[in-house]
């Protein structure tokens, strides 16, 4: 479920139905003004809502005052362990503070910044680390460290209402992905508040990009989760923007950009797709509209699942076609078929989103196509989608055993025989039934 409460970090909404905001943190010594610049712009570019910068010292909260006057989005400062440079943070125009008040020195430390940011309308991330939970709950965190994260949670959120403030999010961090959903779970019903999620320490570009993916993902599927960071590994903090977008995109939450389709390839690819698809996603990035396109390792399949794309390529040794919407476009010479893909998506951008057909070449590339596919050859694909055929072939057919044998007229008011959702009765024919010899085989 969505958070109840919104807050605003600069202009982003968090929380209360908006869409999920893309944090990133950047990389760079904070004060190193021109370096965390040129990152902001960076992620700003990639796709991120909101940057988040370190702030450990003195010289980084004063550097604050221009990266917030500067930067292309809305700034957050990470403190930890000093109070003072919280209040230095709001006072430079952070967009949001980010603490953990169980590490700030002292209710009465937390109570002087959350003053500040009440007078400046700066709203705070509040929350906790499994690394540095409180000490009256290191016992609790040794035998449910889920109920322990949460509980943390909740009492810094019954400190932040005690301060009477509610300008602010929560997060708490596990380098467990089992434990950030179960916690998440528990108190996205127990508090109003948005919810930051992220896995920390997540680890490198390939495994932290997975564990972010199903541990966020699972709990965005369930509308959990306000705003995502993606921890990885890199001095790339745009990577953290680009994971993260995928995820959105993988759950429809949000649209950026292009979406590539590709085939997994099998022994029927002729051609070097690897090189194709790289050389597709990366000159896709140029592009801002969520356009779909696809690459498809051979034509023995014909378009097949492709169908929908927008645009399209298959090839072959040393032909292959291009695609749009299912229709064949037209052919080309394998070599060319990346440059030509784009030349025709560029035409179609150029014609106001209106794909340019040459009705010779199409029916060049049909023919092509006829020749290549071959609707009997058992294709990936092809062999998913009857087994998709067939489980649902198994499920009615399960049903209409069902029927047939329970006792005559139980249920049914019927004293001749079964009935299906109050149907006639029904006669299972051998000759036509899904399950015809099988079954009696099965146990
Ligand atoms: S049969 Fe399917 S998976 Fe194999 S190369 Fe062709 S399109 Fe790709």
Not at 58 to 72: G, H, M, N, Y
Not at 92 to 117: D, M, Q, S, T, Y
Not at 328 to 335: C, F, R, S
Request: aromatic residues 4%.
């Amino acid at each position: 479920m969505a958070s109840k409460q919104q807050i605003h970090v600069g202009a982003v909404a968090i929380g209360g139905g908006a869409p999920v905001a893309v944090q990133t943190m950047t990389k760079t010594e904070t004060a190193n003004l021109a370096a965390t610049m040129e990152q902001i712009r960076t992620v700003a570019e990639a796709g991120a809502d909101i940057v988040r910068v370190a702030v450990p010292r003195e010289q980084d909260a004063e550097a604050l005052k221009t990266i917030v006057a500067t930067s292309p989005i809305p700034v957050i400062a990470d403190i930890h362990f000093n109070h003072t440079l919280a209040l230095k943070a709001i006072a430079a125009g952070a967009h949001c503070v980010r603490l953990n008040p169980g590490n700030i020195g002292g209710a009465e430390k937390v109570a002087e910044v959350i003053e500040l940011a009440k007078l400046r309308g700066t709203p705070l991330r509040v929350g906790v680390n499994s690394g540095s939970l409180p000490k009256h709950l290191r016992e609790l965190e040794y035998e449910n460290p889920v109920e322990a994260l949460v509980t943390a949670a909740i009492e810094t959120v019954e400190l932040m209402e005690r301060l009477d403030f509610t300008n602010f999010k929560v997060s708490m961090k596990s380098t467990s992905v089992p434990n950030t959903i179960a916690s998440n779970r528990l108190l996205a019903e127990r508090i109003p508040y948005p919810l930051h999620l992220g896995v920390t320490e997540a680890g490198t570009k390939w495994s932290g990009s997975l564990k972010s993916a199903v541990g966020l993902g699972t709990l965005l599927a369930d509308g959990i989760g306000d705003t995502i960071r993606i921890s990885l590994s890199t001095f790339h903090a745009e990577e953290e923007v680009k994971v993260a977008w995928e995820i959105l995109k993988a759950l429809k939450l949000r649209e950026r950009g292009p979406d590539l389709i590709a085939c997994p390839t099998c022994g029927r690819l002729q051609f070097d797709m690897d090189t194709v698809v790289a050389d597709v996603e990366r000159r896709l990035e140029a592009y801002e509209d969520p356009i779909e396109v696809s690459v498809l390792g051979c034509a023995v399949n014909g378009i097949g699942e492709a169908r929908h794309a927008d645009f399209g390529i298959t090839g072959a040794k040393d032909m292959g076609m291009i695609y749009s919407k299912g229709e064949p476009l037209k052919k080309v010479p394998t070599a060319q078929l990346v440059d030509e893909l784009f030349k025709e998506i560029d035409r179609y951008y150029a014609a106001g989103k209106t794909v340019q057909r040459d009705e010779s070449a199409a029916a060049d590339a049909r023919a092509w196509l006829a020749e290549n596919e071959d609707v009997t050859a058992m294709t990936p694909e092809r062999i998913a989608a009857l087994e998709a055929a067939a489980a649902q072939q198994d499920e009615s057919a399960g049903a209409v055993l069902e029927a047939m044998l329970t006792p005559s007229g139980q249920g049914t008011g019927d004293p001749h025989g079964p009935e299906v959702d109050g149907a006639e009765a029904v006669v299972l024919d051998e000759t036509v039934s899904p399950v015809a010899g099988r079954r009696f085989s099965r146990s």
